[in-house]
């Protein structure tokens, strides 16, 4: 009989007396992510004193501190401090996304009506990834004013994206119905203008986890937590 190294966590519920009652803090959200801040502060600014005597900008000792995590994110030990067993997953998910590039070929499934008419310099892509996990598939439906993109079923490790030109008046908005499963279903703005030409720029990419939805900063490089699933 064939075995496997999955696991699958218990389900957790915060209760009053927390700790006290033998729960980790570090199996929830907030003092999990406080840890992790801990960590990246610390290094950073110890690298930085470090540094000092050789009259290096903070910026090095922020270079040393990213290039250090690189090497010891693959070792068990951190990683299963600094991310535990549910959000591993997501995490790596996340770092190779990070990375990905916005003009690959197989990410492109749909070309706006106005595309060919835009400037290059208005052009944008956006990606909405599924990342449930346990096989479940993402039901998903976008559009704009001008575009329907049409019902859409996102394979688990699959992704949906589209090009398009932004208007010259800078009131561009794509949204997005999906769900998965038969409660779960949700809406939320793939692109607004006002909110994302800043914020993501040409290349705008969505994460869909169990938790909710995640949207990747251009700016800072980093994934941030945007929805809520309904309860």
């Not at 927390?18 to 502060?41: E, K, M």
């Not at 190779?96 to 835009?118: T, W």
């Not at 394979?155 to 038969?182: H, I, K, Q």
Request: charged share 20%; net charge negative.
């Amino acid at each position: 009989m064939a075995t496997t190294n999955s696991v699958c966590p218990a389900p957790m519920k915060a209760t009053s007396n927390g700790s006290w009652q033998g729960d980790n803090p570090l199996d929830y959200a907030l003092p999990l992510i406080i840890v992790q801040i801990c960590l990246v502060v610390a290094f950073t600014r110890t690298l930085a004193f470090l540094l000092r005597p050789l009259r290096q900008p903070r910026v090095i000792a922020e270079i040393i501190h990213r290039s250090t995590i690189n090497i010891i994110g693959n070792r068990p030990i951190y990683v299963h401090l600094a991310c535990r067993e549910p959000n591993i997953m997501v995490a790596h998910e996340m770092a190779l996304i990070r990375h990905g590039n916005c003009d690959h070929e197989e990410y492109v499934r749909y070309v706006s009506k106005d595309d060919d008419d835009g400037d290059d310099e208005l052009r944008v892509h956006v990606s909405v990834m599924n990342r449930l996990g346990e096989g479940k598939r993402l039901s998903l439906h976008c559009r704009s004013k001008d575009d329907d993109l049409g019902q859409q079923t996102v394979t688990d490790g699959g992704e949906f994206g589209w090009d398009f030109s932004v208007n010259a008046w800078g009131t561009t908005l794509f949204y997005c119905d999906m769900g998965y499963g038969y409660y779960l279903n949700m809406s939320f703005d793939a692109f607004s203008y006002g909110r994302d030409w800043r914020r993501c720029h040409s290349c705008c990419l969505w994460l869909v986890s169990a938790e909710g939805v995640y949207g990747l900063n251009g700016g800072t490089g980093l994934w941030e937590f945007m929805y809520f699933w309904p309860i």
